[in-house]
């Protein structure tokens, strides 16, 4: 697969946003963790890619987090992940 440049930093700020805002089990502060939801990345990335508003992600990260993961849903942790992608990809599509 051939990424732009603006891509590949979206595939870094997906992975970071994952590890540090999302982290639904909580290792955010454990450095040997960094790549715990890193499998994650590739679909997040496509869901960003495409969404208009982030329902499709939050819904993602909902089941990875309920259904993949078994943790509680957080629905408003999920909202302010969503957010921070959809800035991070609006920023770098500027």
């Known amino acids: 697969m051939n990424l732009s ?8 700020r997906i992975d ?3 590890h540090y805002r999302w982290d639904p089990i909580g290792v955010a502060g454990v450095p ?3 790549d715990e939801y890193e499998s994650y990345v590739p679909q ?3 869901l960003l890619k495409g969404t ?3 329902k499709d992600v939050a819904d993602y990260l909902n089941w990875l987090g309920t259904e ?3 943790m509680g ?3 408003s942790r999920d909202a302010e992940v969503v957010e921070a992608l959809l800035r ?3 920023h770098l599509l500027e």
Do not use: T
């Not at 440049?5 to 870094?12: G, H």
């Open 5 to 12: 440049p603006q891509d590949k930093e979206l595939l870094r």
């Open 16 to 18: 970071e946003v994952l």
């Open 32 to 34: 040997q963790a960094s």
């Open 44 to 46: 997040v990335f496509q």
């Open 52 to 54: 208009v508003d982030g």
């Open 68 to 70: 993949h993961i078994g």
């Open 73 to 75: 849903s957080d629905p």
């Open 88 to 90: 991070w990809r609006n």
